[in-house]
């Protein structure tokens, strides 16, 4: 079993940047491929961000590409998500996910998930 812990989220305004952070307690977290997703209310859990489990490749989407970092360090057990730039439409509570084998867009191939982090971006 693994417990993964989000941190970071906040109130920010259009332009703005925060750092997410994704804490992961219980079995060898680097194992694992990491996935961040958002959910805005209303909408479906979307794709943020992906990256292997050592870190050595990622992935994005695009609308967050060029705006948006992950990145990890397994030695810390912790998962991070760099946004900056950002916008009103990045508003969301945003999850850390993880899965064995290769990161993935698709959020049901995740095995185990955070309870969330709110972004609020404000225009």
């Known amino acids: 079993q693994v417990q993964l812990v989000e941190s970071g989220g906040g109130l920010v305004q259009a332009g703005g940047s925060l750092r997410l952070s994704c804490k992961a307690s219980?079995?060898?977290?680097?194992?694992?491929?990491m996935g961040w997703f958002r959910q805005a209310p209303g909408k479906e859990r979307e794709f943020v961000a992906a990256i292997s489990w050592s870190g050595a490749s990622t992935y994005y989407a695009d609308s967050v590409k060029g705006r948006f970092t992950i990145s990890r360090d397994n030695t810390k057990n912790t998962a991070y998500l760099q946004l900056n730039s950002l916008k009103p439409e990045d508003t969301a509570v945003y999850y850390c996910?993880?899965?064995?084998?290769?990161?993935?867009?698709?959020?049901?191939?995740?095995?185990?998930w955070g309870q969330g982090t709110q972004v609020t971006v404000s225009s």
């Open positions: 219980g079995r060898t977290f680097s194992s694992y491929a």
């Open positions: 996910a993880i899965k064995v084998g290769d990161y993935s867009d698709f959020h049901r191939l995740y095995n185990y």
